[in-house]
T-cell receptor
Framework: DGGITQSPKYLFRKEGQNVTLSCEQNLNHDAMYWYRQDPGQGLRLIYYSQIVNDFQKGDIAEGYSVSREKKESFPLTVTSAQKNPTAFYLC???????????FGNGTRLTVT | GQQVMQIPQYQHVQEGEDFTTYCNSSTTLSNIQWYKQRPGGHPVFLIQLVKSGEVKKQKRLTFQFGEAKKNSSLHITATQTTDVGTYFCAGPSLYQKVTFGTGTKLQVIP
């Protein structure tokens, strides 16, 4: 079945450590996205990528980094510079411009 | 930058009552998308509206896109407990950046 896989589902880290969240899709979608969701809040865009080897900052990119070396993969690194990293992270993809988004199951990151 | 607001933020209804959430964008949208997120889950795409004034129905759900393409609404007739969740609208910009609304959390009381 085609879809988006995010791993792990739950992730725990100590403050000051960088952590990388995985996002893999086999939908052959060109565009991929990372969103952050805090409890009771909406989705805020961190980074997005329209094509391999290209990505743009979203609304809250500070403290995060991404890469898009392969069409299928869009990993997100939460660096120690991110002041409040504990959140629910959602990866999504779309077939192209203006198209709807298909989401993964998300990763719940807890930093203590 | 583009801002997308939704009202109300929360809504509690008795099962069988109707429910409406409204979405307003600070900029004109090329299209509007609606998503539903169940508690503990991820957003799931419901529908996309493209044309000014467009109305689409999915069983008990009615979606409308405003004439100016800056606002939209979702109306649920005779709510059921399965309708519980948070409903988000989303509007893509010209550069593929997709901004989500603030969401409306629906609670249905049996």
């Amino acid at each position: 079945d085609g879809g988006i896989t995010q791993s792990p589902k739950y992730l725990f880290r100590k403050e000051g450590q960088n952590v990388t969240l995985s996002c893999e899709q086999n939908l052959n979608h060109d565009a991929m996205y990372w969103y952050r969701q805090d409890p009771g809040q909406g989705l805020r865009l961190i980074y997005y990528s329209q094509i391999v080897n290209d990505f743009q900052k979203g609304d809250i990119a500070e403290g995060y980094s991404v890469s898009r070396e392969k069409k299928e993969s869009f990993p997100l690194t939460v660096t120690s510079a991110q002041k409040n990293p504990t959140a629910f992270y959602l990866c999504a993809s779309s077939i192209g411009r203006q198209a709807s988004l298909h989401f993964g199951n998300g990763t719940r990151l807890t930093v203590t | 930058g583009q801002q997308v607001m939704q009202i109300p933020q929360y809504q509690h209804v008795q099962e069988g009552e109707d429910f409406t959430t409204y979405c307003n964008s600070s900029t004109t949208l090329s299209n509007i998308q609606w998503y539903k997120q169940r508690p503990g889950g991820h957003p799931v795409f419901l529908i996309q509206l493209v044309k000014s004034g467009e109305v689409k129905k999915q069983k008990r759900l009615t979606f409308q896109f405003g004439e100016a393409k800056k606002n939209s609404s979702l109306h649920i007739t005779a709510t059921q407990t399965t309708d519980v969740g948070t409903y988000f609208c989303a509007g893509p910009s010209l550069y593929q950046k997709v901004t989500f609304g603030t969401g409306t959390k629906l609670q249905v009381i049996p």
